[in-house]
């Protein structure tokens, strides 16, 4: 009975670690609507400052000031970040500001190697916890305790900062209901400001607090980041009390589960939020998000096909590019290939994303199954490559068919992280399998046949598929269906009262995109010549939104110029310097400075406004039907 | 006018190929890949070894009088990006050889690919049984012990102690799993009293320790396995020691001896754990010495594990190419084969059987000396003695 109150409680001092961190995460998302990435990178910057300082600083009030006060600075620094970086990019595109967060969080990375070095550094013992409790024979760790103390105490401080404050109040008001609050004539500048500092030291606070029980190293962030994000989801967005409650309830499950299933930490956070999800669709304690106010049709410009000089342009493009394997050199060849897989994969998050409003951060699931599917067929039914390629990404279309079925039931924020729930639970199941996926060793020797084993008809053959897909997505764009889709997206009352079953035509778009990205996993796994859980790993989910973001989510095609460039960029980088994520974070924060609306969505902005320009009898007309909403 | 223009400059371009094609005869190029970004506490000294290693080389000469180029690249810990990289090295730079890899899946990736594209590859540091057994291939060496290796070694001391129930900690994937399956069937072979009566396997990098601990003393276990390493090990050993974990049994521990791992933990170190690793202040042989005397000398800091494997891979390579007197592949796995040559652990040799190497690793317990972590009463123990059988390693690996 005594072990299983010590497991309650080691379980409880998790959660308080978890919590902390979460609760900032939320606050800041419930305000700004920010998906803050480098979330993880201030949690991990908390630990190394207060590693530092700590170190120099001596006694009792060295440790806990040093604490203090490295939240203190990093808080800082996270303003810094927000009045420098964030402001400028508030009016892009929902999801756009993840982009500027996932580049500071790999320039991060790099940094505090610089600084730091590379070894896993230890941190003091809190002066005072040094030791544990006796508990009936077992060992409660001091630390432990003060943590299960912390965490009420935060909650508690945070709950009457929110009811008794005036900041409270408008904190409160604007995670309800942004637009009316600045209506009214708030200055969100300041209050985004003062939450975002608030949720960066939350963070760097807990990263802190850590040091007398972790390493602190440069993989800090990762490993947190991602957990945190289910917890905020599982609490419901926004939701302090949730948050906590989540905490624990993810907490405790892990401290007993692994008594009956020692392998059960892979994947419990993400099984709990699957089964969360789909039960109450707005986490523990969320509300339904209050529905958009934006005015459809005018958010993006209104999408016309090519023209036939567009048209001939982008097969003069094809044309060009069908033509390296007559100067370009082996290697030139094959990362062309695989450029232009990342095209298709991009496209078909592309199309998920801009024509059907939903943002998977969990596409890397149907590219994996296809490349899996492939390897399946290849290696254990012997089928030759045709066959193979035809039939792999039936595997991904199975997948976005059961997924997608729950999926599209939720909307925003809560669909990309139950797509990123069930992502990583086909990851686990490629890691976890041994017998049938080889593990983590994956599945080698997935060679192409003859005729396409040289670079230059494999590139031929990528680039042949490549444009066929795009070309396709862009006919199901301007399809009926394709205008259903974009119906439902802009406004599903107004679609439903003509008669749009929305969530089917959803759920058809997300089959489509599974099946698209499964032809890219596919070829993936042929140019390869392997298959390994990493191609349904998170980090490739988010290359494919990076790459979408960078494109330009409001363009029909913007994510084949966002996958050429992102993918080109992070080949070259990686093979020419050590620092390559540095200096790919820095390219990706100043892209997103220059580009706000994404490369080929700024462009077009551009264009259209200097076409405007020239004729002001159009721009008169969309003023006045701006004027009628 | 304007067209001698054009010969001259045709003229001089080719003059400047031939140039460049004459400084590509005078040297000898590696390619060499590892995981550089996403590990750099083993990578950093692993990259330190093979800089002074290719120093020496051509200090003594280069390869029967051509220098010796290693080109480096980082795989960010990805295998698809390793294969990126390995096809730039062998499309792009023309490298004789491939070299490195940290993590398993990465060197498979990357033997998977040298035997599809017949390019020989020496893996420097993956520690899986597939890439000389169940997946091995003719193009791939491997100079490591191998987990099966580093388990026999540890299998013999362990097998010694009087504890009869037994409990693991492993990391939850391949190389975890398969470090406690050799393990428990080595053990289970030389002590068949013994049993198993708990097993945790906390995510690679995300152990939650406080439960895995308290799980483990549940299961009151008189020995415990440990196969983390890292941050997890720095973790599971601040909970362990807070919570009495250790205390009053003994721990059994892959790879806690190199100084990449028994270094943080500092003042913290468990004492009395049974572990492989390298004790660079304690090894007095000339070999080492030399080794030891040239680091320090160049980098004024000391080495770690990698620091050897990084030197010693550059160094095979060098002694293959040198006997080979060829870059084509097939005469580097002739040269290869049954290859001796001197290490800083002593004389090594490349097996022709599975290739794997001999090279052996030390064993010791651990203790506290100064505030610092040490391995004490550290033995060396030779590769070639805990590999199976002939017979039996001919029925592991696939025929060529």
Redesign the interface.
């Known amino acids: 009975m005594a072990f299983y109150f010590v497991q309650f409680l080691t379980g409880l001092a998790s959660a308080a670690s978890l919590f902390l961190v979460a609760s900032g995460l939320s606050i800041i998302f419930g305000v700004t609507r920010i998906v803050n990435f480098a979330h993880g990178a201030f949690y991990m910057l908390g630990a190394y400052v207060a590693f530092t300082l700590t170190e120099r600083l001596s006694g009792a009030l060295g440790f806990w000031g040093g604490i203090v006060v490295a939240a203190l600075i990093v808080a800082v620094i996270g303003v810094l970040v927000e009045m420098v970086l964030l402001r400028r990019i508030y009016h892009a595109p929902e999801l756009f500001q993840l982009l500027a967060t996932f580049g500071l969080t790999l320039m991060v990375q790099d940094i505090v190697v610089m600084i730091w070095g590379p070894d896993d550094l230890l941190g003091r013992r809190a002066p005072g916890f040094r030791g544990a409790v006796d508990f009936f024979g077992q060992n409660i760790p001091s630390y432990d305790l003060f943590l299960i103390a912390l965490s009420p105490v935060v909650l508690g401080v945070l709950w009457l900062l929110f009811q008794r404050t005036r900041w409270g109040v408008l904190v409160r008001a604007a995670t309800q209901d942004r637009d009316m609050v600045a209506a009214l004539g708030v200055n969100q500048k300041w209050l985004f400001t003062s939450v975002f500092a608030l949720g960066v030291f939350l963070a760097a606070l807990g990263g802190a607090l850590q040091i007398p029980r972790d390493a602190v190293h440069h993989a800090l962030d990762l490993r947190i980041i991602v957990e945190v994000f289910v917890v905020v989801v599982i609490g419901g967005l926004g939701s302090i009390i949730g948050a906590f409650v989540a905490a624990v309830l993810v907490s405790e499950l892990n401290a007993f589960g692994i008594l009956i299933f020692p392998k059960i930490s892979i994947i419990l956070v993400f099984l709990v939020m699957a089964v969360v999800l789909i039960v109450r669709p707005w986490g523990l304690f969320g509300k339904p998000e209050a529905a958009a106010r934006r005015t459809p049709g005018l958010t993006v410009n209104p999408w016309r096909p090519l023209t036939s000089g567009e048209r001939m342009m982008s097969i003069s493009a094809l044309a060009l590019a069908a033509t390296l394997p007559l100067f370009a050199g082996n290697y030139a060849l094959t990362v062309g290939s695989e450029i232009a897989i990342f095209v298709v994969f991009a496209a078909s998050l592309h199309f998920l994303m801009s024509v059907g409003g939903l943002a998977s951060f969990g596409h890397a699931a149907y590219f994996g199954l296809g490349a899996y599917g492939v390897a399946f067929l290849a290696k254990a039914a012997g089928l030759p490559m045709m066959v193979s390629l035809l039939l792999g990404p039936v595997l991904g279309l199975l997948g976005a068919a059961v997924f997608g079925f729950f999926a599209v039931q939720l909307s925003g924020v809560y669909f990309a992280m139950l797509t990123l729930a069930f992502a990583q639970i086909v990851w686990s199941i490629a890691f976890q399998w041994v017998t049938v996926t080889g593990g983590d060793n994956g599945i080698l020797g997935v060679w192409p046949e003859k005729w396409a084993a040289s670079p230059a008809n494999f590139y031929w053959l990528s680039l042949g598929i490549t444009a066929l897909v795009v070309a396709l997505l862009r006919v199901i764009v301007f399809s009926p269906f394709g205008f259903a889709l974009r119906a439902t997206r802009d406004s599903p009352l107004r679609s439903e009262a003509i008669g749009i079953n929305g969530k089917r035509v959803q759920w058809t778009a997300f089959v489509i995109s599974g099946t698209v990205a499964g032809i890219g996993g596919a070829l993936f796994a042929y140019l390869k010549g392997s298959v390994f859980p990493d191609s349904v790993g998170i980090s490739l989910s988010v290359d494919a939104l990076v790459m979408v973001l960078l494109g330009g989510v409001e363009t029909v095609s913007g994510a084949v110029i966002g996958a050429i460039v992102f993918k080109a960029a992070n080949i070259w980088l990686v093979s020419q310097t050590d620092l390559s994520k540095l200096v790919l974070g820095g390219f990706i924060v100043l892209m997103v400075v220059a580009f706000p609306k994404g490369i080929v969505g700024t462009l077009e902005t551009i264009r259209n406004r200097r076409r405007s320009s020239k004729a002001k009898k159009s721009a008169l007309v969309t003023s006045r039907i701006e004027a009628a909403e | 006018m304007r067209r001698r223009h054009l010969l001259g400059a045709g003229l001089a371009i080719a003059v400047a190929g031939m140039a460049g094609s004459a400084m590509a005869q005078s040297e000898i190029k590696i390619g060499e890949i590892n995981s ?3 590990l ?2 083993f ?2 000294p692993y990259r330190k070894g093979w800089q002074l290693a290719v120093e020496e080389v051509n200090a003594a000469g280069g390869i029967n009088g051509k220098k010796l180029v290693v080109i480096s ?4 810990g ?4 390793a ?3 390995a ?2 090295l062998v ?2 730079e023309n490298v004789a050889m491939l070299a490195g890899t940290f993590l ?2 990465i060197g ?2 990357v033997s ?2 040298a ?2 594209k017949k390019v020989f590859f020496l893996a420097a540091e993956p520690l ?1 049984d ?1 890439i000389t057994w169940s ?1 091995g291939n003719r193009y791939t060496f491997r100079l490591r012990p191998s987990n099966y290796m580093q388990a026999a070694m540890l299998v013999e001391e362990a097998a010694k102690l009087p504890a009869k129930r037994w409990a693991t900690i492993a990391p ?3 190389y975890g ?1 398969s470090a406690v399956a050799v393990f428990k069937k080595l053990m289970s072979e030389k002590r068949p009293d013994i049993q198993w009566v ?6 690679q ?2 152990i ?5 601990v ?2 483990v ?2 299961a009151n276990p008189e020995a415990i396995l440990n196969v983390t390493f ?2 997890d090990l ?2 599971l050993v ?2 362990g020691n ?3 974990l250790f205390k009053n049994r003994s721990v059994v521990s892959f790879l806690t001896g190199e100084p ?1 791992y028994l ?4 003042d ?1 170190t468990p004492e009395g754990w049974i572990v492989t690793g390298y004790p660079w202040y304690d090894i007095k042989t000339p070999d080492h010495d030399k080794f030891l005397k040239a680091y320090q000398a160049k980098y004024n800091d000391y080495p770690r594990l990698g620091s050897i494997v990084g030197y010693q891979t550059i160094k095979a390579a060098a002694a293959i190419l040198a006997k080979a007197k060829s870059t084509d592949p097939e005469k580097l796995i002739a040269a290869t084969e049954g290859l001796s040559m001197p290490s800083p652990f002593g004389e090594i040799t490349f097996r022709k059987i599975d290739h794997q190497s001999t090279l052996g690793a030390y064993v010791g317990k651990t203790a506290l000396k100064d505030g610092k972590g040490v391995m004490v009463n550290s033995v060396y123990r030779k590769g070639a003695d805990y590999l199976p059988g002939d017979a039996e390693v001919e029925k592991l690996r696939p025929k060529d």
């Not at chain 2, 690249?73 to 960010?76: A, R, V």
């Not at chain 2, 708990?198 to 995510?203: A, G, K, L, T």
């Not at chain 2, 939650?208 to 895995?212: E, F, H, R, T, Y």
């Open positions: 550089y970004s996403l750099p506490a990578t950093e690249k980082d795989d960010g990805k295998p698809a990006d294969q990126t990289a096809n730039e499309s792009s398993s899946n498979l990736a998977d690919f035997n599809q899986t597939a997946k939850n994937y391949e799993q708990d097993e945790q396997w906390p995510p990098g995300k939650d320790a406080g439960p895995v308290q799980a003393a549940a890292g941050a720095v973790k601040r909970e807070t919570r009495g990449e270094d943080p933990l500092k913290e």
